[in-house]
């Protein structure tokens, strides 16, 4: 069965630094790896996926993750973080090769982002 | 645009009362699904329907009910035998040909007064 945490529940970084939150997931197959952030009030937005090919991805608003087979690691970045950032952030995985694909989506718990000014 | 709507964005329950959530999406994706999220929680799993005229329970399932008797269409029913339905309701769906990620609606708000 597969299973995503989330290091940190709650994440502060001043603006201007630099945005880190953590994912490790756990999956007997190779996965389809994605990031959502959701505003207050909010549906979940995509920010980012990884499904094949290059394991840096770039998604919108400035975020990257990186696929790190060998940790088990999706980890999400922003060089420079800025007030509207703070935000609900969610990694989720799905097992790409189950016949029942959309079943298979696992979300972790969340991180909430504050930026400070 | 596609895009999936959920209506409406905020709604109020009386004691006993059943009340009915609407998720309509026009991306023509196979699967919809309906997920809870209370403070400080992640999201947990309702229901969910891969195929028209199937549904299966998720994690929290007791206390609400569904149909999809439209591709297009995936309501929720908060029936009064939920006890604590006062959260924050989230659709989304997904295409299984595409294997892309979840595309989710804005959310309903449902209080009890």
């Known amino acids: 069965a597969q299973s995503v945490t989330q290091l940190g529940s709650h994440v502060s970084v001043s603006e201007g630094a630099l945005v880190l939150l953590r994912c490790n997931y756990s999956?007997?197959?190779?996965?389809?790896l994605f990031w959502y952030v959701q505003y207050p009030n909010q549906g979940l937005q995509l920010l980012l996926k990884?499904?094949?090919?290059?394991?840096l991805v770039k998604g919108i608003n400035g975020f990257e993750a990186e696929f790190k087979k060998s940790e088990t690691s999706f980890h999400l970045t922003k060089p420079s973080a800025h007030m509207s950032d703070a935000a609900e952030y969610f990694c989720a995985v799905s097992d790409q090769h189950g016949d029942n694909y959309g079943q298979n989506f696992v979300f972790g718990p969340g991180t909430r982002l504050s930026v400070l000014p | 645009d596609g895009g999936i709507t959920q209506s409406p964005k905020y709604l109020f329950r009386k004691e006993g009362q059943n009340v009915t959530l609407s998720c309509e999406q026009n991306l023509n994706h196979d699967a919809m699904y309906w997920y809870r999220q209370d403070p400080g929680q992640g999201l947990r799993l309702i229901y969910y329907s891969q195929i028209v005229n199937d549904f299966q329970k998720g994690d929290i399932a007791e206390g609400y009910s569904v149909s999809r008797e439209k591709k297009e269409s995936f309501p929720l029913t908060v029936t009064s035998a939920q006890k604590n339905p006062t959260a924050f309701y989230l659709c989304a769906s997904t295409s299984y040909r595409d294997r892309v990620g979840y595309t989710f609606g804005s959310g309903t708000r449902l209080t009890v007064v």
């Open positions: 999956s007997s197959v190779p996965p389809y």
């Open positions: 990884y499904t094949t090919g290059a394991t």
